[in-house]
């Protein structure tokens, strides 16, 4: 009795003395918790039947089709409709400026369908989340009391397959967009709008009507000026001599360069800037002059203002000022940046949540808080707004993420206050868990041979399923092991995993700072992996609170993200599967040299295929890469013109779909030519069926195929 006395008593005097704190915390999580009721089932308000999905009577390629159905993926209409509209806190441009600008050429608004279309986005009709129509995964964000168009996942992460008039969309699956060509669009656009006085005053009129943030002229006219310049500064910094083309970006070289530009400090700027030679071999600038552009620059972090100053400093001709030519600039670009040469095909997202790594290269961890992490990159690579700032040390909110990403005794740190959604990327990425494959719809693209497809089983087992497991999509309880394969094994084009690891910039106030790596620690140097101030920089942001919220409920929500990215997320932190060149401490992200391998479900509505798009037909991927020998290979064995191979050239960006061969149309009309002669283009690799790339022990080549093993092959391919 005294001994249980002894127990109860410490906790009565501390809820005697302390009860006004435990109702306080009581009642905050229990509002937590009802918020978390309300927002669920808010989430299902908007049950458009048809998932927003519209009909196009006048297509790009002139491909019409009747209003879009969708296939059973495990989401109903207002799953799709969430994860079409939610934001990640993407700033793109202003959402005012968004719903009325024209093109360059002519008054039609840049978001018509027509439009849309063109860019191969997928228009929607307007809905209760979406009263202004936007397309799929163009989402309306609000950060610091403006109201912001951006993109979240579903804009590169939802795609369509037309046959014959009719349309699937196909939730989580690649995106036949051209990113790259609307970026290019909306630049013209913005500058077509400030240079020409009757669009200009139109432009004006209609944001000012809109009757939203912008209540005057001058400051509709200072906005169009600041947001057009920084699409331009975007564009020019990622220009690349790569044509993307439909279907594919860079999307890490883009982050990459993002990262770049929001974390180099005053002095490494200033030495970035004396190391740019011109032609003859002089260097363009002289010490006055870079001091004369980094007037009012911030020693320890360059602002995104500041940036876009120097850069209009740099062109000027004013007094003091270089006026450098565009040849000029591109060689200062190409000394802070890098190119990104090497799109890839935007990954399908089913089963990404059950998958052990991620990304083509399996550069990211699924464990833990890895895909918080990851999506916070992603963010920050299309248009987080990233208010990153110095300050001496305190007692802040910057504090923590500070002391996460080693800054401690730096005299001055960052604060990583961004409008990247924490919270909202947690619920997407859990939202996804109940996405599955999409099976073949016999009824639209015609009956499986069960006979050629009980053969094709044996032959994937052969051939296919060392690397690409088989796994059954509505396990709850599913884990899918990615299989590593060395790219010089694969023989597949290098250039994504290369550039993921030996691409370096300026590490800003990360230099000299600590980061853990898969074999140990390491200092951050001056010039560094870009992977490494990537990941340095995704830790500040995620250990940010949300500065748009209040003071406890920005803690609380901060606290629930972390907790549910841990507590939801079933993947243990593991090795990597395959065979692949291991870390060492002398090359210490050698593992990022290599391609990963995935189940292959849903795997019909994924074309074009490879990670770079680069073979538009599961049919094609089974032939072999024609060999031509150069002059001086005296033992190269060059195949015979009249063999069957993979296309070396074919057209890209329609939506009509071959159930033959499994990929869209490839030939016999307007769209994107894809050539395969570059790096970042190249088609080869990945030869199994056509008997020249070993298995996974490195060892084991096994027959080609002949025809009819190849079409049983594609056969099961479609049941999987």
């Known amino acids: 009795m005294l001994r249980l006395t002894s127990l109860i008593a410490p906790g009565y005097y501390l809820w005697r003395h302390r009860k006004p704190v435990y109702v306080l915390l009581a009642l905050l999580l229990l509002s937590m918790l009802v918020a978390l009721i309300i927002g669920k089932t808010y989430q299902h308000w908007d049950d458009d039947p048809d998932r927003g999905a519209a009909a196009v009577s006048e297509g790009y390629f002139g491909e019409n089709y009747s209003t879009p159905i969708y296939l059973n993926q495990g989401w109903d209409a207002a799953d799709s409709l969430w994860f079409y509209t939610t934001t990640q806190g993407s700033n793109l441009l202003p959402y005012d400026f968004f719903l009325v600008l024209e093109l360059a050429s002519s008054d039609e608004l840049l978001r018509s369908t027509r439009n849309i279309d063109r860019f191969r986005y997928l228009p929607q009709k307007p809905t209760f989340f979406n009263p202004d129509g936007l397309p799929v995964g163009f989402a309306k964000d609000t950060y610091q009391g403006t109201d912001y168009m951006g993109f979240t996942c579903a804009a590169c992460h939802t795609g369509q397959v037309n046959y014959q008039g009719q349309a699937m969309r196909i939730d989580g699956g690649p995106a036949m967009a051209d990113m790259v060509g609307f970026l290019e669009t909306l630049e013209q656009s ?5 240079n020409q006085p009757e669009k200009r005053q139109r432009f004006i009129n209609q944001v000012i009507a809109l009757d939203n943030d912008y209540q005057r002229e001058a400051d509709v006219l200072s906005g169009l000026e600041e947001w057009a310049s920084r699409i331009q500064l975007y564009n020019t910094v990622n220009h690349s001599h790569v044509d993307y083309g439909y279907a594919r970006l860079d999307a890490f070289g883009r982050i990459y360069n993002r990262v770049l530009q929001h974390i180099i400090n005053r002095q490494q700027l200033a030495e970035a800037l004396s190391m740019v030679t011109g032609p003859s071999g002089n260097t363009l600038l002289d010490t006055l002059q870079i001091d004369k552009v980094l007037e009012g620059v911030d020693n320890t972090i360059v602002s995104e203002e500041q940036f876009a100053e120097v850069i209009v400093r740099l062109q000027s001709d004013a007094a ?9 600039m591109l060689r200062i670009r190409d000394q802070l940046f890098n190119e990104p040469n090497a799109p890839v095909s935007y990954p399908f997202l089913w089963d990404i949540v059950q998958s052990d790594y991620v990304q083509w290269n399996g550069l990211a961890s699924n464990a833990g808080v890895g895909p918080l992490g990851r999506n916070t990159g992603e963010v920050i690579g299309v248009f987080g707004n ?3 700032t110095a300050h001496k040390p305190g007692f ?8 996460i990403t080693g800054q401690r005794r730096k005299h001055e740190q960052i604060n990583f206050k961004s409008s990247i959604d924490l919270i909202n990327l947690e619920r997407l990425e859990a939202h996804l868990k109940s996405l599955i494959s999409p099976d073949w719809p016999e009824s639209i693209l015609g009956s499986i041979d069960v006979n050629k497809a009980a053969r094709g089983r044996q032959i994937y087992a052969q051939y296919c399923e060392s690397c690409h497991e088989v796994i059954q999509p509505r396990n709850w309880d599913r884990v899918v092991i990615g ?19 030996n691409y370096k910039g300026k590490s800003g106030n990360f230099n000299q700072t600590i980061q853990e790596t898969d074999v140990g620690k ?6 560094a992996p870009v992977v490494q101030i990537l990941t340095s920089a995704t830790t500040g942001v995620v250990a940010t609170p949300d500065a748009d919220k209040l003071f406890v409920r920005r803690w609380l929500d901060w606290l629930y993200t972390l907790a549910m990215s841990f507590f939801q997320n079933d993947i243990k932190a593991t090795v990597k599967s395959g ?5 060492t401490t002398a090359q210490p992200y050698n593992s ?10 849903g795997i019909w509505a994924t074309a074009p295929y490879l990670h770079n798009g680069s073979v538009p037909t599961l049919y094609d991927l089974l032939l072999p890469k024609q060999r031509i020998c150069a002059a001086s290979e005296s033992e190269c064995v060059a195949d015979p013109d009249e063999g069957e191979y993979r296309p070396d050239s074919f057209i890209v960006g329609s939506r009509e779909f071959d159930p033959v061969k499994v990929g869209f149309r490839s030939a016999g009309y307007a769209g994107k030519q894809f050539t395969t002669h570059r790096v970042g283009d190249l088609n080869g690799g990945h030869e199994y069926g056509a008997g020249r790339t070993a298995q996974l022990d490195g060892k084991t080549v096994l027959p080609a195929l002949d025809e009819q093993q190849r079409w049983d092959l594609i056969e099961y391919l479609k049941t999987l």
Request: hydrophobic share 45%; glycine share 4%; no cysteine.
């Open 522 to 527: 390491l200092y951050i140097a001056n010039d």
């Open 190 to 194: 913005m500058m077509a709008t400030l």
């Open 579 to 583: 065979n692949y060149t291991p870390d």
């Open 320 to 328: 003091g000022y270089p006026g450098l030519n565009l040849r000029d």
């Open 483 to 501: 299989k590593m394969m060395a790219v010089d094994r694969i023989g597949t084009d290098p250039a994504m995993a290369s550039n993921s690891v």
């Open 592 to 601: 990022l040299l290599a391609y990963k391998a995935r189940s292959l479900n």
């Open 386 to 388: 990233l208010d990153w």
């Open 396 to 403: 802040d909110f910057s504090s923590l993420s500070a002391l």
